[in-house]
């Protein structure tokens, strides 16, 4: 499958401050979207990006996807501790029908 | 609440045993998926289905199978478990049509095989 990189791995935070993470790849995707993993869950969908340059927003979270189409953005304001967990980016090819490709997540620790 | 089961949540498995690992979704849902997840390597799609009867493979369908009988349920199988194939497997399933990349997931289940 199409290889997309997210980084950072992981992100150590104390409450309060803001969270940002990318997804990367050398494909041109149609759709973007990010989940959120609890621990002893599956993923739930966060937000999904259709167009290039989209800008969209889920309470205090903020995902956009990128003009080149081939990137993602998410950022996280103001953390608080349910904010824990596995965040992955996830990308559908054009013509793909339904198959998504996940990047490797980003594991987010905050501190009181 | 919108439900997708999978059946266990751990399992423990010997090199060489058949594995079943059943999943089911209360949606009415056309489209089901099989990903393992595994650190660092994120989620990898193993097969999918997108009707009864139904399977395509997916990025890494070497060693598995699956079944899917009815609309609700879809099965996946280790014909001869192996230890690389320790890991948490994730069953998805989405609409079809407009929504179809919006995936809601099972817990998960856990396998080990030794």
């Known amino acids: 499958g199409q290889q997309l990189n997210q980084s950072p791995q992981s992100m150590f935070i104390q409450e309060g401050e803001d969270v940002s993470m990318n997804c990367t790849s050398s494909?041109?995707?149609?759709?973007w979207l990010w989940y959120k993993q609890d621990p002893g869950e599956g993923p739930v969908l966060l937000i999904a990006?259709?167009?290039?340059?989209e800008l969209t927003s889920n309470g205090r979270l903020t995902a956009q996807f990128g003009i080149t189409r081939k990137d993602s953005f998410l950022n996280i304001s103001a953390s608080i501790p349910s904010d824990v967990g596995i965040y992955f980016c996830?990308?559908?090819?054009?013509?793909?029908?339904?198959?998504?490709?996940f990047g490797a997540g980003t594991q987010v620790v905050v501190t009181p | 609440d919108v439900k997708v089961t999978q059946s266990s949540r751990y399992l423990v498995k010997r090199t060489g045993e058949k594995v079943f690992l059943e999943c089911v979704q209360d949606?009415?849902?056309?489209?089901m998926f099989w990903y393992r997840q595994d650190p660092g390597l994120g989620l990898r799609l193993i097969y999918f289905?997108?009707?009864?009867?139904?399977?395509e493979k997916g990025d890494i369908p070497e060693g598995y199978s699956v079944s899917r009988e009815k609309k609700e349920r879809f099965s996946l199988i280790l014909e001869s478990a192996s230890t690389n194939q320790t890991s948490m497997y994730l069953c998805?399933?989405?609409?079809?049509?407009?929504?179809?990349?919006?995936?809601?997931f099972g817990s998960g289940t856990q396998l080990s095989v030794l």
């Open positions: 998805a399933s989405s609409a079809t049509g407009t929504a179809n990349e919006k995936l809601f």
């Open positions: 949606m009415d849902h056309e489209n």
């Open positions: 990006l259709y167009k290039a340059g």
């Open positions: 996830a990308g559908q090819l054009l013509g793909s029908w339904g198959k998504l490709q």
């Open positions: 494909s041109i995707f149609n759709t």
């Open positions: 289905s997108y009707d009864v009867k139904m399977k």
